[in-house]
């Protein structure tokens, strides 16, 4: 049935391992659980919740306006569909280092395999956007090791994003990951890289698992996996893709649902109902429940 058949224990370390393995671990952004169960049906290691994306299913902007308990409930419901170790944005830990604490607890309680706490100010604002403030990096490294100390799980993963490349310059950026895993993070995710020499200066410099952020209209150049690995980079993640690209197909849908007053032209574009039925399970339900799934699907559908 659509549950999860592993413990977050497992996930968390195979999270772990895959991270040591040496290769690039591919992780694409869901925008609601049914759509972790797809990342996982078509082979991704893992699967990302963005803050971006958990803002924008609320009609909110990306400026920490949504809470630590709000990012849980959702994260509870993903982790619930799916075997992928799951990774969460978590903004700046949605207040001062004891929010950070109680950030981390609540992030393991609901089943994810790790976190990235960012150094910004509050209120934050997307990665990629002018006018970001970071705060002193004394500031980050206190709210690190409240998170450190909090956390219960050792395997549960503690990421640090610096966000200081697009404020102070590379230098700085990489200055403040060296501290942050001082402080104990496990990996570095460095915001808003513009070109392939800066990721090679981060690689050198750091020793400690590398993410690099794949999204779309942003100050980063899209690099393929090829390169991202030949770089030496752990993660690539691509955020905000799936959003995207749906909320594309939902806008286009609706202008031509309006204009031509049929959804007849759009029906090849749909997942059918037969596909939909696969990832929600209903064989197995039925396999449990016989009166839960007892008709058959028209051919087609």
């Not at 966000?163 to 496990?186: F, H, M, P």
Request: with cysteine; charged share 25%; proline share 5%.
């Amino acid at each position: 049935m659509l549950h999860t058949r592993t413990t977050p224990s497992e996930r968390r370390r195979s999270f772990r391992e895959q991270l040591a393995s040496g290769r690039l671990l591919r992780i694409p952004g869901a925008i609601n659980p049914l759509s972790t169960r797809l990342i996982q049906d078509t082979g991704f290691e893992a699967a990302y919740l963005s803050g971006a994306v958990l803002a924008a299913e609320l009609g909110l902007p990306d400026i920490g306006l949504t809470t630590s308990t709000e990012i849980a409930a959702r994260a509870q419901q993903t982790t619930r569909v799916t075997d992928l170790p799951v990774l969460i944005d978590a903004d700046t830990g949605f207040g001062e280092p004891m929010n950070a604490a109680r950030t981390v607890q609540l992030m393991e309680d609901a089943g994810l395999a790790g976190l990235h706490l960012e150094d910004q100010v509050n209120p934050k604002r997307c990665g990629h956007l002018d006018g970001k403030s970071v705060v002193p990096r004394e500031d980050m490294v206190r709210r690190l090791r409240a998170a450190v100390d909090a956390r219960r799980d050792p395997d549960f993963l503690l990421m640090a994003r610096t966000d200081a490349r697009s404020v102070a310059g590379l230098d700085a950026a990489i200055d403040r990951a060296k501290a942050y895993v001082d402080a104990g993070a496990d990996a570095i995710f460095p915001e808003a890289l513009v070109d392939e020499s800066e990721y090679e200066a981060f690689r050198r410099a750091v020793d400690v698992p590398l993410l690099a952020n794949m999204t779309e209209f942003g100050k980063t150049r899209l690099l393929d996996v090829d390169t991202l690995e030949n770089l030496g980079f752990n993660i690539v993640l691509y955020p905000v893709t799936l959003l995207r690209v749906a909320m594309g197909a939902v806008e286009g849908g609706l202008r031509a649902l309006a204009a031509e007053g049929t959804q007849r032209a759009l029906v090849p574009r749909m997942q059918t109902r037969s596909r939909l039925y696969e990832l929600l399970g209903y064989e197995e339900y039925s396999a449990f429940d016989s009166a839960v799934f007892d008709f058959t699907l028209p051919p087609g559908t």
